[in-house]
Structures are given as structure tokens and as C-alpha cells.
């Protein structure tokens, strides 16, 4: 039975490592990437350690197994990763109910990933809302990027209760940037 938990060992991190690494996008073909997804940034066991240490990740655990998992990032941890400092640099440029987007409440999600074994069991769903569940008394919202490319993600996203708010660029992708109002 898949349990949904905030992190609570280096062990869970580096499954969540595991996991991460066998859905990087450079690391599928073009044909499993179409039909089942992808995660584009590989962050070191340094960053997800560090992540941690103030707002803890969900995860989907599986027979003690990290099976799936949304990483929780915050405003203050964008000097992290140049992907987190450039959407969050970018955040006043877009606007959600007219409302620029770093003036709301907001946390993000740095990457959600569901194992290939788990997928089509609505743990999108159940990763989303053990995190809202744990963060909505911290955080009105959630905002995260997904590759236009990543077809399959925006959908999750958008049947999670996601809006899309605009497009961006980084690096050599496009991105929809997406809100969930909590």
C-alpha cells in the first residue's frame, strides 16, 4: 500500500535521487518521453538535503520504496538552482487573478516524478494533496513549471485543479507556468 509522508531520512532522499535519475529526460527516449513523462533537472543529493531542512518533501512510499515525490521549494531557496532564480526572478511579469505572481503567497514545486511502476494510480493527485494538505496552512499557493513538451505532466497538473497563468523560456525549453490556488 503507497503511503504519502514528508521526508524524514537521507535515505528517502537518496531514493527520491533514484527515482529522479531513471526519469531524467536525457535519459528516455524520445518515444518514452511522449507517452510517459519526464523530469528535466537532475539536482544533487546537496540540494535535496538542503531543501529539506526547512519544508520537508512529500513523498510516495511504496514498501519502503520512494515511489513518487514533489519536491517543496520556497521563495528564499531560489539562489539554489539557476532554473528556481530565473522562474522566481520571473514571477512579477505574470499575474493570477491580476495579481503579479510574487506578491502571492506562494510556494513551488521544484519537480514531481511518479515511478513507472505506480503511474495511473492518481498518486499526481495524492502527492498534490498530502502537500497542500501539509503546506496550506503556511502557503495560499502553488506554482510550479512544467516542459511543453511534458504533455502528459500539464495534464496531471490540470486535472490536480492547476491553472495555467503563461509561457516562459529557459534555457533551451519552453515552460507553461502553472498555479494552484489552495
Not at 18 to 42: H, I, M, W, Y
Not at 61 to 88: C, F, M, N
Not at 159 to 177: D, I, M
Amino acid at each position: 500500500m503507497v503511503h504519502i509522508k514528508t521526508v524524514s531520512s537521507h535515505e528517502e532522499l537518496v531514493g527520491i535521487k533514484k527515482l529522479l535519475e531513471a526519469n531524467l529526460k536525457q535519459n528516455l527516449s524520445p518515444e518514452e518521453r511522449a507517452s510517459q513523462g519526464f523530469v528535466t533537472c537532475d539536482y544533487s543529493i546537496e540540494f535535496l538535503t538542503t531543501i529539506q531542512q526547512k519544508h520537508p518533501s512529500i513523498i510516495a512510499v511504496d514498501q519502503g520504496e520512494v515511489v513518487g515525490y514533489a519536491l517543496v521549494v520556497t521563495r528564499d531557496s531560489k539562489h539554489l538552482h539557476p532554473l528556481i532564480e530565473d522562474l522566481v526572478d520571473k514571477f512579477p511579469q505574470y499575474t493570477y487573478n491580476n495579481t503579479p505572481l510574487d506578491q502571492l503567497n506562494f510556494c513551488m514545486v521544484g519537480q514531481l516524478c511518479v515511478g513507472k511502476s505506480h503511474r495511473g494510480q492518481g498518486l499526481v493527485q495524492r502527492l498534490y494533496h498530502g502537500y497542500r494538505d501539509h503546506y496550506s496552512h503556511l502557503f495560499n499557493y502553488l506554482i510550479t513549471d512544467v516542459d511543453t513538451l511534458n504533455t502528459r505532466s500539464l495534464k496531471a497538473h490540470q486535472n490536480t485543479g492547476f491553472q495555467v497563468v503563461g509561457q516562459l523560456e529557459f534555457g533551451q525549453a519552453q515552460w507553461n507556468l502553472v498555479v494552484w490556488a489552495w
